[in-house]
């Protein structure tokens, strides 16, 4: 077991259909205007957590909402869950910002994620 746990899930991005209108909903859920507003993603800044909104599913074809785990270390951690069982869905990458991202899924083939900051 590695010495370097988790900070939590702080990120959960879901998959919308309809960008505008998941973005009224998710505006008048959390009570304040998305800090991030593009056309291929919506972020919100909430009590520490980040909500994003990705029209589509994204290039990954997201079909259900995914929540990352924040990890000191992200490839380590990837090492550590697929000697534990677990498939890699998508390799760590940088997605802008030092921000370094990777899904999983475990072995009921549910997805998770893993998430750095440099």
């Known amino acids: 077991m590695s010495s370097s746990s988790t900070q939590g899930v702080k990120t959960v991005l879901h998959p919308v259909s309809d960008l505008t209108k998941a973005k009224e909903v998710y505006t008048a859920l959390l009570g304040t205007p998305p800090q991030t507003d593009e056309p291929y993603y919506v972020g919100y ?28 270390d992200i490839e380590a951690r990837l090492a550590e869950v697929t000697a534990a069982g677990a498939t890699v869905t998508e390799a760590a990458h940088d997605v802008g910002g030092g921000r370094l991202v990777a899904t999983f899924t475990d072995p009921d083939g549910n997805v998770l994620g893993l998430l750095q900051d440099r």
């Open 45 to 72: 800044e909430v009590a520490g957590q980040h909500i994003g909104l990705v029209p589509g599913g994204g290039p990954q074809g997201m079909t259900s909402p995914v929540a990352y785990w924040h990890v000191p």
